[in-house]
């Protein structure tokens, strides 16, 4: 039996895809650095995988998967995620033909073949990883910050919550050496779990809605539209 949300670990997630060919786009760039952050406070680990080689991109996220299934049932943060970090993920995964324990439930429509701008997919209404929940931390402080004017760029909120961000041209990460892009993705995976945390409540609401949503489907019969099984198809 899954443990009640309000006791699940949170885990930060965040990936750098490659901005030499755009990385905007998974038709075009692979994902050179994922990092995964736990609650250091509590004992939680941080694992940062770098590939600045294409060839490497399948053992990074071979690694990616294995790690996560080693890791105490929890909740994966991310910043845009639902949009951005874990369709891309899933898309690249079925380019390099690794075998994942993602699940994204729809809807999750995927960029036809020739667009090569942002955003590449619709929202994602749920997704698991393994025996994880996911919850879009951008959705609560977007709610929080609705009539205001104020950014809700990841570094922005960082900012205004007080909290040190390792700041590069995102446009030029490919540049980056190794210490410096281990660095810069740490450091996103890291505020988006402290972030996440500072609202925990409302991420606990967001992942039990999201669970109740599923059950209704599979209530009124079958998988919720969009679910993947077994192996990621692009």
Same mark, same amino acid.
């Given at each position: 039996?899954?443990?009640?949300?309000?006791?699940?670990?949170?885990?930060?997630?965040?990936?750098?895809?490659?901005? @030499?060919? =755009?990385?905007?786009?998974?038709?075009?760039?692979?994902?050179? &650095?994922?990092?995964?952050?736990?609650?250091?406070?509590? %004992?939680?680990? +941080?694992?940062?995988?770098?590939?600045?080689?294409?060839? %490497? +991109?399948?053992?990074?996220?071979?690694?990616?998967?294995? $790690?996560?299934?080693?890791? /105490?049932?929890?909740?994966? *943060?991310?910043?845009? =995620?639902?949009?951005?970090?874990?369709?891309?993920?899933?898309?690249?995964?079925?380019?390099? =033909?690794?075998?994942? %324990?993602?699940?994204? /439930?729809?809807?999750?429509?995927?960029?036809? %073949? !020739?667009?090569?701008?942002?955003?590449?997919?619709?929202?994602?209404?749920?997704?698991?990883? $393994? $025996? $994880?929940?996911?919850?879009?931390? *951008? =959705?609560?402080?977007?709610? #929080?910050?609705?009539? !205001?004017?104020?950014?809700?760029?990841?570094? /922005?909120?960082?900012?205004?919550?007080?909290?040190?961000?390792?700041? /590069?041209?995102? !446009?030029?990460?490919? #540049? #980056?050496? +190794?210490?410096?892009?281990?660095?810069?993705? &740490? @450091?996103?995976?890291?505020?988006?779990?402290?972030?996440?945390?500072?609202? @925990?409540?409302?991420?606990?609401?967001?992942?039990?809605?999201?669970?109740?949503?599923?059950?209704?489907?599979?209530?009124?019969?079958?998988?919720?539209?969009?679910?993947?099984?077994?192996? !990621?198809?692009?």
């Amino acid at each position: 039996m899954q443990p009640p949300a309000g006791s699940l670990p949170l885990y930060g997630l965040d990936i750098e895809t490659d901005t @030499s060919r =755009g990385g905007l786009s998974p038709l075009r760039a692979g994902i050179i &650095a994922v990092a995964v952050c736990g609650d250091p406070a509590a %004992g939680g680990s +941080e694992k940062v995988l770098v590939s600045q080689n294409p060839r %490497g +991109e399948s053992d990074l996220l071979a690694q990616l998967d294995q $790690h996560l299934a080693s890791l /105490e049932p929890g909740i994966l *943060i991310t910043w845009n =995620g639902a949009r951005f970090d874990l369709p891309f993920l899933h898309y690249r995964a079925a380019v390099c =033909g690794v075998a994942m %324990g993602l699940h994204i /439930e729809g809807p999750c429509r995927q960029t036809s %073949g !020739t667009s090569l701008r942002a955003p590449l997919f619709s929202q994602a209404k749920v997704a698991r990883w $393994h $025996h $994880h929940a996911h919850a879009d931390a *951008i =959705g609560i402080y977007r709610r #929080l910050a609705r009539g !205001t004017g104020m950014s809700c760029a990841l570094k /922005e909120v960082a900012r205004r919550s007080g909290i040190d961000a390792v700041r /590069e041209v995102p !446009t030029r990460v490919h #540049l #980056l050496d +190794e210490g410096r892009l281990r660095r810069y993705v &740490a @450091s996103d995976a890291r505020i988006t779990r402290v972030l996440a945390e500072m609202q @925990s409540a409302s991420v606990i609401a967001m992942v039990e809605r999201a669970s109740s949503s599923t059950r209704g489907h599979r209530a009124r019969g079958g998988n919720p539209p969009g679910l993947s099984t077994g192996r !990621t198809q692009p």
